[in-house]
């Protein structure tokens, strides 16, 4: 199984960006997407989820509003679509995959992800 996410880079603030988590190895119908940052001297935090199988998405309060969860099922990858980007969201950006038949909204732990991605870094200049 692999995630191989990209499309990090360096951005203003006020710009955009799009992350993709390109998925293999297995199939995700059943799991549920997420992804999650980790900035320097930071613990990692929960960002969006989403079921593969789509249907409901949720965020962290932090980016609701600024950030879009997407998957392209053809494709076999996930999407985190961030507007209005501020310095705060300036993190290495990880995508991971859950198995969890868990209600969305509780799948906000590190722990509760199976599968995890490389990580792409986002900077957001001020």
């Known amino acids: 199984v692999q995630l191989q996410a990209f499309g990090g880079g360096l951005v203003q603030a006020g710009g955009s960006l799009r992350l993709s988590c390109a998925a293999s190895g297995r199939t995700f119908s059943s799991y549920v997407m997420g992804w999650f940052r980790q900035a320097p001297g930071k613990q990692r935090e929960f960002v969006a989820a989403?079921?593969?199988?789509?249907?409901?998405?949720y965020y962290a309060d932090s980016v609701k509003g600024r950030f879009t969860i997407s998957r392209d099922i053809a494709e076999n990858t996930v999407y985190l679509q961030m507007n209005s980007l501020k310095p705060e969201d300036t993190a290495v950006y990880y995508c991971?995959?859950?198995?969890?038949?868990?209600?969305?909204?509780?799948?906000?732990?590190?722990?509760?992800?199976?599968?995890w991605g490389q990580g792409t870094l986002v900077t957001v200049s001020s």
């Open positions: 989403s079921r593969w199988s789509g249907g409901r998405t």
């Open positions: 991971a995959a859950s198995s969890s038949s868990l209600i969305l909204s509780t799948l906000r732990m590190r722990s509760q992800y199976d599968y």
